[in-house]
């Protein structure tokens, strides 16, 4: 039988790094993702060429700063000067990588950024890990259609349901009304919402005092999950309006 390959992911929506105090501390960001080191950070509101930001691109300058080789940029809103979107770093190789827009009319514009991840396993093998990083609407409507949106991409509905794949990020999910979509049709599993008796949704939003669970992460496939929590640093009240999750698993 062929040995497991274990890897952690976090999931956090960084509000550009700028805190509950209004500063902007990208070292804070860093400081809690070097604390946890995940193989695969999912990051959402992430700035580059924006004044508030320092006209830094803010996630490679995250991903050089916590030491991340590989680094995909998918940007869905564009400022006067400069533009925001999702950011996935990861300390294996990226393969492939592209930004789906999930933008409903005249909304927001919202997108996912799917990443092809090859993690490498014991006595020289792989595995590939597809990965979507999403951030969608703050209507109810407006996220189911995002979500069905999603399920007809070439690159999730092309996917076969025993492929090793993750939906995580800020799913903006305060009642939890995607999670039948996910875990019904789609056949995805939940890493932060309780399934079984004695189990806690993990609860991310706001982050001083979290209420909502709007920070998710969905796999399937040959993966199993050991455990998944939010970030219980102290710094992490302030860094963002978010609490990052943090989930370890293993895909054979």
Same mark, same amino acid.
């Given at each position: 039988m062929t040995s497991p390959t274990r890897f952690r992911v976090m999931t956090y929506n960084i509000h550009r790094a700028i805190g509950i105090d209004r500063r902007f501390r990208p070292e804070r960001v860093s400081r809690i993702i070097e604390t946890y080191e995940p193989d695969i950070v999912l990051l959402q509101e992430?700035?580059?060429? &924006? *004044?508030r930001s320092r006209r830094l691109d803010l996630g @490679?300058? !995250?991903?050089?700063? /916590?030491?991340? *080789? $590989? &680094?995909?940029? =998918? $940007?869905?809103?564009?400022l006067r000067r400069g533009r925001y979107g999702n950011a996935t770093l990861s300390r294996h190789p990226i393969l492939v990588e592209r930004n789906i827009d999930l933008t409903i009319g005249a909304s927001k514009? #919202? =997108?996912? +950024? $799917?990443?092809?991840? &090859?993690?490498?396993? *014991?006595? =020289? @093998?792989?595995?590939? !890990?597809? &990965?979507?990083? !999403?951030?969608? =609407? !703050? /209507?109810?409507?407006? #996220?189911?259609? +995002?979500?069905t949106l999603l399920s007809q991409t070439r690159e999730l509905a092309a996917l076969p349901t025993n492929a090793a794949c993750l939906v995580g990020g800020d799913f903006n999910d305060w009642r939890s009304l995607l999670y039948p979509f996910f875990t019904g049709p789609l056949q995805f599993r939940s890493a932060t919402e309780s399934t079984r008796r004695g189990e806690k949704t993990l609860l991310t939003y706001p982050s001083f005092f979290p209420r909502g669970p709007l920070d998710r992460i969905y796999y399937r496939g040959p993966i199993r999950l050991f455990a998944a929590k939010r970030c219980r640093l102290r710094i992490s009240r302030v860094a963002s309006d978010h609490l990052p999750i943090v989930a370890d698993f293993e895909i054979r």
């Open positions: 992430v700035d580059e060429g &924006v *004044p @490679r300058e !995250l991903a050089a700063s /916590s030491g991340y *080789p $590989h &680094v995909a940029i =998918g $940007h869905n809103v564009t514009r #919202r =997108g996912c +950024q $799917h990443t092809t991840i &090859v993690l490498d396993g *014991p006595a =020289g @093998r792989t595995h590939r !890990l597809e &990965v979507f990083n !999403l951030h969608l =609407g !703050l /209507s109810a409507r407006e #996220r189911a259609l +995002q979500a």
